[in-house]
């Protein structure tokens, strides 16, 4: 297949320092805002320009808009995210998740995916090559969304339901997913965040060892 060269659109026109420094995960989402076509495709050619092992460009993305699919993908992933609570913790709702737990905040999702006004998929062939090829389109994708004003969260799903998903939307059996994005208008703002230090999360030449800037 022939390759296309692209040029960035101007739309980005936010600072890439900006749209990183006031990113944050997004779990409420706006039904009442639709995301466009012009949108998406800004979105996912950004991501389609992030570097990947020996260009071999594994990363396949699966968007689903229509709102009745997007429902009950909603119900799989609400099923999906308590059975990882319950795999990891024991919980099976939210009076099991302790008050002071980040997972009261995560706990939303499960119950938002429903309304999202876009969620995508993304998958990779059977190549090979890793999800280190993967997701650094990701993370172009989540950065354009962010700079066109659009909330977004990577979050994953469970074993679980993967194959009901996979049969719903027709994905074929070769194909190995990595992880879930819903796109919208936020409900609530953006960043700033509050990051552990790098000081603190960074070793300098051996393990251990502080930076420079410690």
């Keep these: 297949m ?26 409420r989402l706006d039904p009442n805002r639709p995301v466009t076509d012009a949108q998406l495709k800004i979105i996912l050619d950004s991501a389609s320009k992030a570097p990947n092992g020996g260009n071999a460009q594994p990363a396949r993305y699966l968007v689903i808009r229509e709102r009745g699919a997007i ?15 319950r795999d990891a913790y ?14 009261r905040f995560a706990a939303g999702l499960a119950d938002e995916m429903v309304n999202a006004p876009v969620v995508i998929l993304v998958y990779s062939n059977s190549t090979g090559v890793a999800a280190s090829s993967t997701f650094p389109g990701v993370q172009n994708l989540l950065l354009s969304a962010r700079a066109l004003g659009l909330g977004t969260v990577l979050t994953t799903l469970h074993a679980d339901v993967m194959e009901q998903v996979n049969t719903m939307f027709g994905v074929p059996s070769e194909m190995v997913f990595h992880c879930c994005i819903p796109i919208g208008y936020p409900r609530g703002n953006f960043g700033p965040t509050s990051r552990l230090p ?13 930076p420079p800037w410690k």
């Design 2 to 27: 022939e390759m296309v060269r692209l040029n960035p659109p101007a739309e980005l026109t936010m600072p890439v320092g900006d749209a990183m420094y006031s990113q944050r995960a997004i779990r």
């Design 71 to 85: 429902k009950e993908f909603g119900k799989l992933y609400f099923e999906a995210w308590w059975a990882k609570r």
């Design 90 to 103: 024991g919980w099976t709702s939210k009076a099991d998740i302790p008050e002071d737990s980040q997972y």
């Design 198 to 210: 790098t000081s603190v999360t960074t070793s300098w030449d051996r393990w251990g060892n502080p």
